[in-house]
């Protein structure tokens, strides 16, 4: 089992950088599958970004390809987002997710077994 933590939201103007993080505890982190999902309100939790167990092979939703960065450091048992560009619409609750079971990340948020609290995001016009 894995818990995740998230850190790095806040209120940012658009145009404006963030970077998440998300620390999991327990020593297999690299075994996981992980990825970034967000949920706005009043709409369904969205696939943002994912690397499998190794780092490689980010994936990315379109509407986030060329703002949003992926990557994580299995020795610090931490993955990150690097956000630019924020636009209004990025505004959500973002949480880190761990597939044990899977190399790649899926965009289907019902292959993830664990989830973080979340960490609000909020882009202003």
């Known amino acids: 089992q894995v818990q995740l933590v998230e850190s790095g939201g806040g209120l940012v103007q658009a145009g404006g950088s963030l970077r998440l993080s998300c620390a999991a505890s327990?020593?297999?982190?690299?075994?996981?599958?992980m990825a970034w999902f967000r949920q706005a309100p009043g709409k369904e939790r969205e696939f943002v970004a994912g690397?499998?167990?190794?780092?490689?092979?980010?994936d990315y939703l379109d509407s986030v390809k060329g703002r949003f960065t992926v990557s994580r450091d299995n020795a610090k048992n931490t993955i990150y987002l690097q956000m630019t560009s924020l636009r209004p619409e990025d505004t959500a609750v973002y949480y880190c997710?761990?597939?044990?079971?899977?190399?790649?990340?899926?965009?289907?948020?019902?292959?993830?077994?664990?989830w973080g609290q979340g960490t609000q995001v909020t882009v202003s016009s």
């Open positions: 997710a761990a597939d044990p079971y899977r190399f790649g990340a899926s965009s289907r948020a019902g292959q993830y077994d664990y």
């Open positions: 327990g020593r297999t982190f690299s075994r996981y599958a």
């Open positions: 690397v499998n167990r190794n780092g490689g092979n980010p």
